[in-house]
């Protein structure tokens, strides 16, 4: 990830606006042992959130790194929800499910698959699911959106996490491979008539999409 920009006062206060638990920290400590970054408070907040107001019941994480944003969405999820989420790394995981379990959630509420996305999102069910985050590879963002356009029902749920990515995505000159494939993704979402699209400057930013009916 490029270093990070100065932010404004105000986004300061917003990424602190809803106090995190002990599990979510503990989560972020793991992260930092692992190598790996996690949402932001802010954003975390936000999936909670956007997760009660979709009602999900079924959701697909992509990247779950040590938990903060899969607990983050169970705790917004229906009581019964079940949240697929899929990591490349194992040991990460491992540390998800800690998470999972400190936080009090049944772990058959967290399905884990370990393995790369575009090899497992393929075997998951159309129109299956509520909502889909992505928080993976930022350079296959665009045929994760098509996967998550097959996955999700109408009226279901797209979040996009780093769609801002350190303020690079809104900078002409910055053609890194990852400001590039976001920059691409929320183009498409912007002028595709399958999506409602909305680009939030929560953490680094969340771009949603609302899957037509």
Known sequence: MPPPAKQPASWAYAEQFTAEDEVLQDARARAAELGCEPVSPGVAAALTVLAATARARTAVEVGTGTGVSTVSLLRGMAPDGVLTTIDVHGE???????????????????????????????????????????????REYSAYVEQAQRLLRPGGLLVVDDALWQGRVADPAARDASTVALREVGRVLAEDERWVSALLPAGEGLLLGVKRA
């Open 92 to 138: 990460r995981q491992r540390a998800a499910r800690e998470a999972v379990a400190d936080a009090g959630v049944r772990t058959n509420r967290a399905r884990m698959i370990p393995g790369r996305a575009l090899e497992v999102l393929p075997r998951l069910t159309d129109a299956a699911y509520d909502l889909v985050l992505l928080d993976g590879d930022e």
